[in-house]
T-cell receptor, first 113, second 111 residues
Framework: NAGVTQTPKFQVLKTGQSMTLQCAQD?????MSWYRQDPGMGLRLIHY???????DQGEVPNGYNVSRSTTEDFPLRLLSAAPSQTSVYFC????????????FGNGTRLTVT | LAKTTQPISMDSYEGQEVNITCSHN???????ITWYQQFPSQGPRFIIQ?????VTNEVASLFIPADRKSSTLSLPRVSLSDTAVYYC????????????WGLGTSLAVNP
């Protein structure tokens, strides 16, 4: 039972390049989300999904795209990376039960030069 | 949106009990209080959640006074492995869009 798996663990991009951060979960959780964590700031919600085929924007969605074609996967796409997107990205899931806690992956550390 | 205030950092020694207090003056009626722990290079991990009075699990206790404007996470007999950042969040867990993550409390446990 792996829980929430994020790949890659580290990535370096040049400005303007694109990439996809992968998030996979084996807990059959309906809710999946992406956060970024920057020094001196709390975790900020980028996008989230309450089920396959449904996505919505969080607090800082600009520059990121998501899709949810299956319950298990929720990839985060950067279409044209910018230095401001240098951050640690976390995927988090939770079940549909009331007040269920978030389960986080171990993050992807992204550097954009 | 319910905002929380926690100490930026705390120091303790192995074997001591550590209490981290979180202030949340504008907590709403439906809000729950949830604490997470984060180690370096890892995602946050759920510790405990409560609505009122006291909640205890195998890891920690959570004390919530009647007015719910604050809460205290209690870690009994800490060890070096409890060195981490602890986050207090207030909100309706079913609405993560409205959960505000602060900077947390960085706890250092010394030998």
């Amino acid at each position: 039972n792996a829980g929430v798996t994020q790949t890659p663990k580290f990535q370096v991009l040049k400005t303007g390049q694109s990439m996809t951060l992968q998030c996979a979960q084996d807990m059959n959780h309906e809710y999946m989300s992406w956060y970024r964590q920057d020094p001196g700031m709390g975790l900020r919600l980028i996008h989230y999904s309450v089920g396959a085929g449904i996505t919505d924007q969080g607090e800082v969605p600009n520059g990121y795209n998501v899709s949810r074609s299956t319950t298990e996967d929720f990839p985060l796409r950067l279409l044209s990376a910018a230095p401001s997107q240098t951050s640690v990205y976390f995927c988090a899931t939770r079940s549909g039960l009331t007040n269920s806690p978030l389960h986080f992956g171990n993050g992807t550390r992204l550097t954009v030069t | 949106l319910a905002k929380t205030t926690q100490p930026i950092s705390m120091d303790s020694y192995e074997g001591q009990e550590v209490n981290i207090t979180c202030s949340h003056n504008n907590i709403a009626t439906n809000d729950y209080i949830t604490w997470y722990q984060q180690f370096p290079s890892q995602g946050p991990r759920f510790i405990i959640q409560g609505y009122k009075t006291k909640v205890t699990n195998e890891v920690a206790s959570l004390f919530i006074p009647a007015d719910r404007k604050s809460s205290t996470l209690s870690l009994p007999r800490v060890s070096l492995s409890d060195t981490a950042v602890y986050y207090c969040l207030v909100g309706v867990a079913g609405n993560n869009r409205k959960l505000i993550w602060g900077l947390g409390t960085s706890l250092a446990v010394n030998p």
